[in-house]
């Protein structure tokens, strides 16, 4: 069973990548791909991949998944370990932990995370009750309020992978656009893996 979930979530990742990959090129504009930034991007989001895709193999194991799942579990994931971190950490870069301040980095994932994780995994009764449905909203919020108050977001949105000939801002939206599409398709190659393999 350990080897189907392994190769159930290198499968996930590795088709999720191949997508992320091919629509990196279909937007970048002509001249402007820098190959060695491709190869270290495919690598990072090959692991990230594989990591995510286990996890979901084994919260698939609980639940038999349907599409819809696999997406929900997908955009739990951009939520937690692309977005949040983001958003309150200032000066770093959609979907990458940052060097200067790693800890705190994992900090905001756990807490982001972990605050999906009480809103919205079933309890005994099966659905979560009101206390843990407050306890995981204050989990969710606490980073972002941790890092507006620290003052990250006095230049208006954090800032995105530098991009040539890029307006910053379009730069934003679209590493943000990438991470969630590598995300979504995690989530459902995830789903099918789990059908096909496990």
Known sequence: MPFRLLAAAFMAALLATLGLMFLRVATTPAGQLDIAEGDFLLLRHLALGLCG????????????????????WGGAGFLALTLMPWLAL??????????EQPLLWLSVMAASAGGLWLLWWPGDSGK???????????????????????????????????????????GIWRGLGLN???????????????????
């Open 90 to 99: 200032p000066g770093s870069m959609p979907g990458r932990v940052s060097p």
């Open 53 to 72: 895709g286990l996890t979901l193999q084994v919260v698939f194991l609980h639940k038999p998944p349907g599409i819809y799942r696999g997406l929900a």
């Open 180 to 198: 969630l599409l590598f995300w979504l398709l995690l989530g459902l190659f995830s789903v099918l893996a789990a059908r096909r393999v496990v």
């Open 128 to 170: 979560p009750s009101p206390v843990r449905r407050l306890v995981g909203l204050a989990l969710l919020l606490l980073p972002l309020l941790a890092g507006v108050s620290g003052g990250g977001f006095e230049d208006g949105l954090p800032r995105a992978e530098p991009m040539a000939d890029d307006d910053p801002e379009l």
